[in-house]
């Protein structure tokens, strides 16, 4: 599935589809970049020889013997370093091919998480072959490439922009060094089942997870073990979370239990419950993507097997929050994704040709909301911007295809009773059936132990 992502300051726009990234400049309409994400393989660190020369060796006979014995520990120390580098990129080499073998997956590149920094400085994305590569979105070059330790799922960076966050499909949390190539990662939390979604709080101060056992945790940053709360309230696996731009302290979460929720993630509080299940449908969709406006109070998210958009508003007065279903856009395809702007236009963007990307605007019609496609003119950089996307159909036609990823990870309800109501009733009319075979055998028997008993009593009044 391919997807998209305007910037948090609507600078640029990225698209991805399966192992290829293609960016898209909205103020300089010639630039374009496109990426595709190939296996990186480091050489690995020479060994240090310890003399380069017979010089080096006849110099160090002449010094003293304190000075020689320091320099024969550091180069030791040295070459121990180098065979655990060796050996530690080894055990990775053999663990990520051990991974391939084990599930089955042949890795071909494709990006699995993708996220631009909160001042959209930075790109982030990881594929499925383990790496995380990191751009700087302002001459597109990649500032560093290093290895993760599973196939992730979720990415975020924090506020401050120093510190990446990788969720994986294992449910741990790694935290990496944006700049420092030497970090290899460190982990911070770990969920039990996989993890499939995480976010920053706008202070740092929070980490929330969400995944497939139903849970949103709240940690604290930097110490993670340090929990706050936990979201409790869905009864399916957890697929997209988000803060409101505009309530900083409100979570909104989907679910594929058909249900978006409204939590005060502080305190793990459900201020409010919207069920998304139609009335003619008899399955529960899965909320794909979840997307919240900087202008207004409006939540857009994508719903699994559904051909539009759906749009919502909340409104808050201290706790108390109240939500509800105000538009429903129509499209003739299921999007592939969706976006905001700073105009708080709604970008939608669907596996379809010559119209990959509509723009649509809000408006009022007898106090019901609508949409509609903006109106441009001619020469407008949004126009530039869909020819370009449009152009490049060839390169997002390959995700037409992929299907996914939640399809798998629904919960497989199994209900045997009319089964096991079937064999018990069978059983008893078995039982029934039988009742009147075995009252005669047992009546024999009990006719023949008589009658040895009272042969017996004779033999032995005979003798005596």
Known sequence: MARFELSPCCIHLVCTSLNKIV????????????????????????????????????QKETEPKETILEEKRQEDEAEEKVEVHQDKTKSRDDAAAGDSENDGHSCSGVILAHSFSPSSRYYAVCDDFKQLSIFDTTTWSKINTRFVRKRSTSIAFNHAEEMVYIGDKSGDVYRFSVKNEE?????????????????????????????????????????????????LGHTDL??????????????????????????????????????????????????????????????????????????FEYDRVGDVLDARLVASLETCVEPWDIAFDEEDHLWVFKPQQNEIITVYEFYMQENILKLKPTSLKEGN?????????????????????????????????????????????????????????????????????VDEVSTMLKEESVQS
């Open 238 to 311: 957890v697929s997209k979370i988000a803060i409101l731009p505009k309530e900083q302290d409100m979570l909104v979460s989907g679910s594929a239990d058909a249900s978006l929720r409204f939590w005060k993630y502080t305190s793990g509080q459900e201020l409010c419950r919207l069920s998304l299940k139609q009335i003619e449908e008899t399955t529960r969709p899965t909320v794909l993507c979840i997307r919240c406006s900087r202008k207004s109070n409006y939540v857009a998210i994508l719903l699994e097997k559904y051909k539009g958009v759906k749009i």
């Open 183 to 231: 970090d290899e990662g460190t982990l911070v939390l770990g969920h039990v089942s996989m993890l499939l979604d995480l976010v920053i709080s706008p202070d740092d101060k929070y980490i929330l997870t969400a995944d497939r056992d139903e849970k949103i945790r709240v940690s604290h940053l930097p110490n993670c073990y340090n929990i706050e709360c936990f979201c």
């Open 381 to 449: 950089q949004i126009i530039k911007i869909k020819e370009k996307v449009n152009n490049d159909w060839s390169i997002f036609k390959e995700s037409l295809k992929v299907e996914s990823l939640y399809i798998n990870l629904h919960k497989k309800c199994q209900d045997n009773t009319k089964d096991w109501q079937r064999r018990k009733e069978l059983k008893i009319k078995g039982k029934l059936h039988t009742a009147p075979e075995q009252t005669e055998e047992m009546s024999a028997c009990k006719k023949l132990k």
């Open 23 to 58: 960016a898209y400049s909205l103020i300089n309409e010639k630039e374009r970049k496109c990426f595709e994400c190939t296996e990186n393989k480091k050489p690995l660190p020479e060994k240090i020889e310890k003399h380069h020369n017979g010089q080096q060796g006849a």
